[in-house]
């Protein structure tokens, strides 16, 4: 088969994954603390594997296969709500949460006092101090206060401060749902954020620019369809030419 048809092909199969990824991007738009996803590809010539001493030219061979996505760590703005338990992470740093399945991060502020006073995410996984434990807070003693550090007082009394953690490559962090991600093997790095009480950071979606990204893989779609048509077509003519001429 012409190796052309390959190159359009893995075009295809890549447009398909950006597509996928712009559309969940898109979809986040007005989700709380969300990061945006990027897909990045390899490149392949399907005429040096051949064996067949093809023509090594990249405008016939060099095709792309789908590699992995990478997050997006831009600051999203951040929103006044009043609440107490609201609370911006404003720099490189994530929340550390404890779940079943491990320790996650997250730029989710959305809090909330558990019934024993326990802080903790909003699907109920405790949110954790410096000291690797979960705070707990009072409910009968009045609002929570949290610094820009993260400490965690009520009525002048600490009673903990978030762990706030950041690392060198915070894009390659392995997403485990739309808000959380696993830092294992994950190298730290200093922490530069600060925190800020009654507020939420909004998604780092742009909107406007994702739609017009998504208009322009989808031409682009379009496109490697109409060569890969193109292709099949010429092939297809090709073969019956050759089978009637061997008659």
Same mark, same amino acid.
């Given at each position: 088969?012409?190796? &052309?048809?390959?190159?359009?092909? &893995?075009?295809?199969?890549?447009? *398909?994954?950006?597509?996928?990824?712009?559309?969940?991007?898109?979809?986040?738009?007005?989700?709380?603390?969300?990061?945006?996803?990027?897909?990045?590809?390899?490149?392949?010539?399907?005429?040096?594997? *051949?064996?067949?001493?093809?023509?090594?030219?990249?405008?016939?061979?060099?095709?792309?296969?789908?590699?992995?996505?990478?997050?997006?760590?831009?600051?999203?703005?951040?929103?006044?709500?009043?609440?107490?338990?609201?609370?911006?992470?404003?720099?490189?740093?994530?929340?550390?949460?404890?779940?079943?399945?491990?320790?996650?991060?997250?730029?989710?502020?959305?809090?909330?006092?558990?019934?024993?006073?326990?802080?903790?995410? $909003?699907?109920?996984?405790?949110?954790? &101090?410096?000291?690797?434990?979960?705070? +707990?807070?009072?409910?009968?003693? &009045?609002?929570?206060?949290?610094?820009?550090?993260?400490?965690?007082?009520?009525?002048?009394?600490?009673?903990?401060?978030?762990?706030?953690?950041?690392?060198?490559?915070?894009?390659?962090?392995?997403?485990?749902?739309?808000?959380?991600?696993?830092?294992?093997?994950?190298?730290?790095?200093?922490? +530069?954020?600060?925190?800020?009480?009654?507020?939420?950071?909004?998604?780092?979606?742009?909107?406007?620019?994702?739609?017009?990204?998504?208009?322009?893989?989808?031409?682009?779609?379009? $496109?490697? $369809?109409?060569?890969?048509?193109?292709?099949?077509?010429?092939?297809? *003519?090709?073969?019956?030419?050759?089978?009637?001429?061997?008659?």
């Amino acid at each position: 088969m012409d190796p &052309g048809y390959y190159v359009a092909a &893995g075009s295809l199969k890549a447009r *398909s994954f950006q597509l996928e990824v712009v559309a969940n991007n898109l979809a986040n738009a007005a989700t709380v603390g969300y990061k945006p996803d990027m897909p990045f590809f390899a490149v392949f010539n399907k005429a040096a594997g *051949s064996g067949r001493r093809l023509p090594l030219s990249g405008y016939l061979n060099d095709g792309v296969v789908f590699a992995e996505t990478g997050v997006i760590t831009e600051q999203g703005a951040l929103k006044a709500t009043g609440r107490p338990l609201d609370l911006a992470v404003e720099g490189n740093a994530f929340l550390r949460i404890r779940t079943p399945a491990g320790d996650r991060v997250t730029r989710d502020g959305r809090l909330q006092m558990g019934a024993d006073g326990q802080l903790q995410a $909003m699907d109920g996984n405790p949110v954790l &101090g410096k000291n690797g434990q979960p705070i +707990k807070v009072d409910p009968k003693n &009045g609002n929570v206060s949290i610094t820009a550090d993260g400490t965690v007082s009520q009525k002048d009394q600490t009673l903990g401060q978030l762990d706030l953690k950041a690392y060198e490559k915070p894009g390659a962090l392995k997403r485990t749902g739309a808000l959380r991600f696993d830092p294992t093997g994950a190298t730290d790095a200093p922490v +530069k954020a600060t925190v800020t009480q009654g507020h939420l950071e909004q998604s780092a979606v742009d909107s406007a620019s994702t739609m017009v990204e998504m208009i322009r893989l989808n031409r682009l779609f379009e $496109m490697s $369809m109409k060569v890969a048509s193109t292709l099949t077509n010429d092939l297809d *003519s090709r073969s019956i030419n050759d089978v009637a001429i061997s008659r």
